[in-house]
């Protein structure tokens, strides 16, 4: 009995000790900053819109991953096919390469000298140093999540359902509108939350293919590099009360899937 209260006791420190390492440096970074990180967003123009070119080309990457990923993910739930653990593995590498490597590779592929990126200048899209290179580097990071997701969601969906619905005149199409997806959305729209807050917070890839405009995690590092940590400051707390936004809506839809205590 006492062996098991100190393996408890010992647990409980050791978890205790982890939570503190991992909450306190950012609650200090957010107290650092204070109100007047708080009352740079009404001064800085140059923070306001960085914010709103990180939410937006996040939002961007996000549904352009939901739009293949999905369909993929599904293949990946519902069909055994060959080279399925060959796509699944390709699937984990964006997750897996340091985040600058993942940025010269797609700057070797989508820059000017490539011969994709050559056809997309011919068509007046320049991808390296624009918005489009952001959401680039965004979805080949954060893509790979919502697959993951997605593909757990799907899996989740009893197949038998989907045969009921077959056995009384659905089309596969109409089957998979009004039994799999609604029963596997709260796990869609999970992945999506996940796909977007990993968008948010990239910098690697980012910062080597689309330096400017710049995003706030590349403007945080840009004003700690250029003039010190007291201008870095409410930038970076502003990325992280950006970063609740999705925390605290993944949040809710878990409570959401929770039983009532009663």
Known sequence: MRRSN??????????????????????????????????????????????????????????????????LAWLLARRAFRGRALVAAVLDLPLLIPHPVAGIALLLLLGRGSAIGGSLLSLGLRIVGTPLGIIAAMLFVSAPLFVSGAREAFSRVDVRLEGVARTLGDSPWRAFRRVTLPLAARGLIASGVVTWARAVSEFGAIVILAYNPKVVSVLAYDRFTGFGLSEALPVAAALVVLSLIPLTALRALRMGEEPAVA
Not at 46 to 59: F, I, K, V
């Open 6 to 71: 100190a393996i408890a006791v010992g647990a409980a420190a050791a978890s205790s000790l982890l939570l503190l390492f991992l909450v306190l440096p950012v609650v200090r970074l957010v107290a650092a900053a204070g109100p007047q990180g708080a009352a740079r967003l009404w001064s800085d123009a140059e923070l306001r819109q960085s914010l709103a070119l990180t939410a937006l080309t996040a939002t961007a990457a996000t549904l352009l991953g939901a739009l293949g990923g999905a369909p």
